[in-house]
């Protein structure tokens, strides 16, 4: 079992930046993908981001590109998405995910989750 726990969601206004981390435990760190997806209400969950294991690889959805960054400290098995010029359309639920080994933009090929965080963007 992965545990995970996200954390640094909040209100901001538009144009303002915030920064995600997700914590884990439980299982080597170091052999999972982390992603992570979010989701507005009313919406489906969406992709967000993705690094590999090592932290080399990363990818994004074409939404977020030149705005989000993911990246990972291995050392202290968390996760961290840094958010700048936010947009309201921004405004959602922000969870991250473990996949052993590889990572993926698909949300049901994922086998953890942590509780999700709230972020607010105000126009």
């Known amino acids: 079992q992965v545990q995970l726990v996200e954390s640094g969601g909040g209100l901001v206004q538009a144009g303002g930046s915030l920064r995600l981390s997700c914590a884990a435990s439980?299982?080597?760190?170091?052999?999972?993908?982390m992603s992570w997806f979010r989701q507005a209400p009313g919406k489906e969950r969406e992709f967000v981001a993705t690094i590999s294991r090592s932290g080399a690889g990363t990818a994004y959805a074409d939404s977020v590109k030149g705005r989000f960054t993911i990246s990972r400290d291995n050392a202290k098995n968390t996760v961290y998405l840094q958010m700048n010029s936010l947009k309201p359309e921004d405004t959602a639920v922000y969870y991250c995910a473990a996949r052993l080994r590889i990572g993926s933009s698909r949300s049901d090929e994922y086998d953890y989750w942590g509780q999700g965080t709230q972020v607010t963007v105000s126009s």
């Open positions: 439980g299982r080597t760190f170091s052999n999972y993908a």
